[in-house]
């Protein structure tokens, strides 16, 4: 009896995989993805999944931020670009563009883990962000400067923490600007007076995420709006999607791609 369930339940399994993945059965092709870097890691998994079953597709992914992302579809360089915002109507206009939103995924303030903070407010962070507090005594730390880190002014990640969790307030052209949310773990984790931002879903134990105001920024708080430092992740292609474009989005927004993307710390969304 045992062994009869087990099988059922491999056979179920195999089957709800099977299923998912039917949306690239008699495709082929390649497919070129670029943009948002939240993204990435998640994405990665769905790609493997489907060049492991279908050899004859070819999935490649790369960075570059959102609005190069936007910029390339836009210009049928690629194919789809991943986006951590919503493109301005300016933008959907002149690309043409088709949004796709599969995932929510919030944006966390960082720092060391051997700085001993795990809070701040909104009136403090607008002051460290913009300039006006540049050491830690100033916050009821030890005497150290404040190493400040943030995005390029393409990123998505960068625009919807300057609008939700800056209020808009300006952002020092002091700041040390890094390429991606990968490139931000990697040096806030080794910089210890470093405070920095990044997607929630990319976040591990190498840094230190705070409270804003309190709140934490976890899935639960997202999901009923106590912490509202988040944003979409869309996909979008210039006109309609091609057949294989449409499989790919089609399976990050089935069960299985919805498990994928709970794995990196977003919320799915199916729409």
């Not at 089957?15 to 059965?25: M, R």
């Not at 994405?43 to 493997?48: D, H, N, R, T």
């Not at 919807?160 to 984790?189: E, G, Q």
């Not at 995420?209 to 430092?229: C, F, H, R």
Request: proline share 3%.
């Amino acid at each position: 009896m045992k062994k009869l369930l087990l099988t059922l339940i491999t056979l179920s399994l195999t089957f709800l995989n099977a299923s998912d993945l039917k949306v690239f059965e008699n495709l082929k092709g390649t497919l070129n993805i670029a943009g948002g870097t939240a993204h990435i890691k998640c994405e990665k998994e769905a790609i493997k999944n489907i060049m492991r079953k279908y050899p004859d597709i070819t999935i490649s992914i790369a960075g570059g931020g959102s609005g190069i992302g936007i910029k390339q579809v836009s210009s049928k360089i690629i194919d789809l670009a991943n986006s951590g915002r919503k493109p301005t109507q300016k933008e959907i206009k002149n690309g043409d563009l088709k949004l796709f939103r599969f995932a929510i995924d919030g944006i966390g303030v960082i720092v060391n883990p051997k700085l001993n903070i795990d809070s701040l407010t909104t009136k403090q962070l607008q002051d460290i962000f913009s300039g006006k507090i540049t050491n830690f005594k100033e916050l009821g730390l030890s005497n150290a400067p404040i190493n400040l880190y943030t995005r390029d002014e393409s990123s998505a990640t960068r625009k919807v923490f300057w609008k939700r969790a800056l209020k808009k307030s300006p952002i020092s052209n002091k700041a040390r600007v890094v390429s991606s949310n990968a490139a931000m773990k990697t040096a806030i984790s080794k910089d210890k007076n470093a405070i920095g931002i990044i997607s929630l879903g990319v976040a591990n134990d190498s840094v230190k995420l705070l409270n804003i105001n309190g709140v934490k920024p976890t899935v639960e708080n997202i999901n009923n709006d106590s912490y509202n430092v988040a944003r979409g992740l869309y996909l979008l292609s210039s006109g309609e999607p091609s057949k294989l474009a449409s499989a790919y989005i089609s399976y990050l927004r089935s069960n299985e791609g919805a498990k994928i993307v709970s794995k990196y710390g977003f919320i799915p969304i199916n729409e």
